[in-house]
Nanobody
Framework: DVQLQASGGGLVQAGGSLTLSCAVS????????IGWFRQFPGNERERISF????????YYADSVQGRFQLFCDHAEDTVYLQMNRLKPEDTAVYLC???????????????????WGQGTLVTVSS
C-alpha cells in the first residue's frame, strides 16, 4: 500500500526551528517526487516545497525560501522539511504528498499530487 505520513509538528516560539518528517512506503523515490503543503484555518492550502530525491529539482515558495530546506533519506524512505526562523504566520497543518516524476523541473500543479498523508500541526507562538 502507498502511504505517506507527516510527523514532527508541535508548538515552537517565533524564531525557533522544527523539522518535519514525511515517511513513505509502497513506492520508490526513483519514480515520485514529494511535495509539502500547508493548510491554514479556512482550508486555504499553499504548496511550499517540492523535491525530486533522485535529481536536482527543488522548489520553495517565496514565503519559505531561505528559511525552509528539504532533505531526502533514502535509507529511511523519509523526506525531511527543516524549518528555521519560524514565524507566527507559518502556523498551519503541514501535509506531504507524492507526484509522479513525468518531466524535468518542479512546476507540478497541486492536482497532480496524490496520496496525501495525514498532516501534522505546527503552531508558532509570537
Amino acid at each position: 500500500d502507498v502511504q505517506l505520513q507527516a510527523s514532527g509538528g508541535g508548538l515552537v516560539q517565533a524564531g525557533g526551528s522544527l523539522t518535519l518528517s514525511c515517511a513513505v512506503s509502497g513506492f520508490s523515490f526513483d519514480d515520485y517526487g514529494i511535495g509539502w503543503f500547508r493548510q491554514f484555518p479556512g482550508n486555504e492550502r499553499e504548496r511550499i516545497s517540492f523535491i525530486d530525491c533522485n535529481g536536482r529539482d527543488r522548489y520553495y515558495a517565496d514565503s519559505v525560501q531561505g528559511r525552509f530546506q528539504l532533505f531526502c533519506d533514502h535509507a529511511e524512505d523519509t523526506v525531511y522539511l527543516q524549518m528555521n526562523r519560524l514565524k507566527p504566520e507559518d502556523t498551519a497543518v503541514y501535509l506531504c504528498a507524492r507526484v509522479h516524476i513525468s518531466r524535468p523541473g518542479s512546476d507540478y500543479e497541486e492536482s497532480e499530487f496524490h496520496h496525501w498523508g495525514q498532516g501534522t500541526l505546527v503552531t508558532v507562538s509570537s
